[in-house]
């Protein structure tokens, strides 16, 4: 199975402040036609998933600009460049080049 | 708008089944990817496993934990997923989710169905 490592595993941010993300994958997640396999999600306190961004850079439907995604192969960042109360939560990478799709372990962002 | 609601979850006891359904509305569920995932209390996402769209054969692919046990079926008439599991294990207990697939990602999820087995 491929294996997806984030870090860090929390991360206090300061409002207004950026933030970035790291998740490694054990293998490449990149395919002959040029995609990246990978995608980001934020869940909310209390709510399902969300998706941010796909094919490793691709921003998602109503995803503001603020949120990007970075990377190739099996070393991928997700940044916030300006944190705001609505981006709590906990985020994770997904890798989908392989069965058994897998999940990071989840970064708990939260505002200090 | 895509919409799903999962159904069906519940309290069940070891080696006991319980069927989840996954009613879409917005799109047709024969015609998409559909995946279901699922969360442990307090833990993080794992994949359960999905069916293909009819288009693309509609094969299903499971997590080797649930494989022989869970098993994901659609019915076109009522627009439909189902999550069948057998032979259920404590480790099963979490809120399943179903969300559909395109580019490789999941961009539409269920509210999710919680599924405790205990004694």
């Known amino acids: 199975d491929i294996v997806m490592t984030q870090s860090p595993l929390s991360l206090p941010v300061i409002s207004g402040e950026p933030a970035s993300i790291s998740c490694r994958s054990s293998?490449?997640?990149?395919?002959?036609?040029?995609?990246?396999?990978l995608a980001w999600y934020l869940q909310k306190p209390g709510q399902s998933p969300q998706l941010l961004i796909y094919w490793g850079s691709n921003r998602a439907s109503g995803v503001p600009d603020r949120v990007s995604g970075s990377g190739s192969g099996s070393d991928f960042t997700l940044q916030i460049s300006r944190v705001e109360a609505e981006d709590v939560g906990v985020y994770y990478c997904m890798q989908a080049l392989e069965l058994p799709i897998t999940f990071g372990q989840g970064t708990r962002l939260e505002i200090k | 708008e895509v919409q799903l609601v999962e159904s069906g979850g519940g309290l069940v006891k070891p080696g006991g089944s319980l069927r989840l359904s996954c009613a879409g509305s917005g799109f047709t569920v024969n015609d998409v990817w559909m995946n279901w995932v699922r969360q442990a209390p307090g833990k993080g996402l794992e994949w359960v496993g999905r069916i293909k769209s009819r288009t693309a054969g509609g094969t299903t692919d499971y997590t080797a934990p649930v494989r022989g046990r869970f098993t994901i079926s659609r019915e076109a008439s009522k627009n439909t997923l189902y999550l069948q599991m057998d032979s259920l294990h404590t480790e099963d207990t979490a809120v399943y989710y179903c969300?559909?697939?395109?580019?490789?990602?999941?961009?539409?999820w269920g509210q999710g169905t919680l599924v405790t087995v205990s004694s």
């Open positions: 293998q490449s997640l990149l395919d002959r036609h040029g995609y990246n396999y």
């Open positions: 969300a559909t697939e395109d580019r490789s990602s999941y961009e539409h």
